[in-house]
């Protein structure tokens, strides 16, 4: 099969979203890190060759539909693909050369059809498809599909068992052993978790994020080891027992509350599958991470994970907590509902920093720094590698354009904020453009007119 073949299905990317949020000191108040998580399919599928030319092989009839269906799949039109497929399959000799030629090619059509499903977020209507090509053929392609859309669904034990079935042939696939580690780590299966981190160190030897994956994950280990869980209808809270179970307690209220006003006011789309909330001891919160900004006291990579503290005055802290835990959660929701595909910051952050208190928190832009507004390259960018002194500008002015936006009068109807969250759309790149296509707004017009309020120091506050 030559390259040209490789392109059928574009690779699914998964995007672990990392939110650090800080409620002790004046700090940057947010940050968010795209990590593409790419889960390749080793071996794409493609329309396949087949000998249309081979006199006698098929009648002109058979040729017939085969060219159709070979056509329909070329142009990526794998519904029209199967469903001629399975028509003429009912009505093919069993053992003649027609009838074998839908045997090893209705695997292909299935998958392929599977995989454009998964990348529009239908996991539900892609298991089906994959589970039947199976049982024609164990390609590499359905076996990865299965195992990522039961990851995906947090249906932990088939989601492990096709990792296994998958990794066993493709052993150097690193992403998908770092998916799996992911799926053993919501099973508490630590051991198996770090064997896989090190399978994944053993192909790519010289990849130090790799190295700090698996102390991660060690130290996760330490303290999973230590922890209980708890369940709501939206949640899996994981926390050590000697947690005050008041704090345990205020935490699923408000995970469940705020999630509700979420929904209801903002139409963030309800999870399909709980949200894994995982709480951790101050002094340890650092060493679970590995990574991040030293001032960090909340993360979601898939999970929320929340620092909480320690001393005596913990207890007086309840509205820290929430603070970081609405936030947190404005990124679980935006990741799970855009499929984890990449999402401007400036929007991320700025949306999150503006839901983490009920009401909106009001903000002083301007008691800290004269800086003019950043450029548009910034505020879409990463904000996790800038110094601490532009990273807490880029998170304010990321706030401060969502303020511009629920600010504007010019904008009429509902929520402004609330029309981009429900016209989120669900396959395609998610540009700042694009976000804001329901608002009839352009980036470049809101970076200009937020950076004249900025320069004119407009101190902009949260509409009720």
């Known amino acids: ?36 998580q790419k889960t390749n399919v080793s071996e794409v599928l493609a329309p396949v060759e087949t000998p249309l030319k081979t006199v006698g092989l098929f009648s002109l009839e058979e040729q017939h539909i085969i060219d ?135 192909n790519s030897p010289e990849d130090d994020t790799l190295k700090t994956r698996l102390a991660s994950m060690k130290e996760k280990a330490k303290q999973g080891s230590q922890q209980v869980s708890l369940s ?101 929701l935006f990741s799970l509902m855009t499929n984890f595909r990449s999402i401007p910051t400036w929007v991320n952050e700025g949306i999150a920093q503006r839901l983490e208190c009920s009401g909106g928190c009001e903000h002083n832009f301007f008691s800290i720094t004269q800086n003019s507004f950043l450029e548009p390259k910034q505020l879409n960018g990463s904000f996790l590698k800038l110094d601490r002194v532009n990273a807490q500008l880029s998170y304010h002015q990321s706030l401060y354009l969502i303020l511009a936006i629920e600010n504007d009068k010019n904008l009429q109807g509902t929520n402004p904020i609330e029309r981009i969250i429900a016209k989120i759309p669900s396959t395609g790149p998610l540009s700042s453009n694009r976000l804001l296509k329901p608002l009839r707004m352009t980036f470049k017009n809101l970076h200009q007119q937020a950076t004249k309020l900025w320069n004119d120091r407009v101190a902009l506050k949260p509409i009720p």
Request: proline letters at 4%.
């Open 1 to 36: 099969m030559n390259s040209k073949l490789l392109t059928t299905i574009a690779a699914l990317l998964i995007f672990l979203m990392v939110g650090y949020f800080n409620y002790n000191k004046k700090e940057p108040q947010a940050a968010v890190e795209t990590v593409p």
């Open 68 to 202: 159709t269906i070979l056509v329909d799949f070329n142009n990526k039109n794998y519904q029209a693909s199967l469903t001629t497929a399975e028509t003429a399959f009912q009505s093919a000799t069993r053992g003649g050369n027609f009838y074998n030629w839908f045997l090893s090619h209705l695997p292909i059509i299935l998958t392929s059809l599977a995989w454009k499903k998964i990348n529009t977020n239908n996991c539900s209507a892609a298991i089906p498809l994959l589970k039947r090509a199976e049982i024609f053929s164990k390609h590499v392609a359905t076996l990865k599909g299965l195992a990522i859309c039961y990851f995906k669904l947090k249906t932990l034990s088939s989601s492990e068992e096709y990792f296994e079935k998958y990794l066993e042939r493709e052993q150097t696939d690193n992403q998908m052993l770092i998916l799996y580690s992911e799926t053993l780590e919501s099973s508490f299966k630590y051991k198996k978790s770090i064997e896989a981190l090190e399978q994944a160190i053993k």
């Open 232 to 332: 709501t209808s939206h949640f899996n809270l994981s926390y050590h027992p000697s947690d005050d179970y008041d704090i345990v307690d205020f935490i699923l209220e408000t995970l469940e509350t705020s999630l509700e006003e979420f929904i209801n006011k903002y139409s963030f789309r309800e999870p399909k599958v709980p949200i894994e909330v995982i709480l951790y001891p101050k002094d340890r919160f650092r060493k679970v991470m590995g990574h991040g900004p030293k001032w960090a006291s909340g993360v979601f990579d898939g999970r929320i994970r929340v620092s909480i503290p320690t001393d005596q005055a913990r207890i007086s802290k309840f509205s820290q907590i929430e603070t970081v835990l609405r936030h947190e959660l404005v990124h679980a």
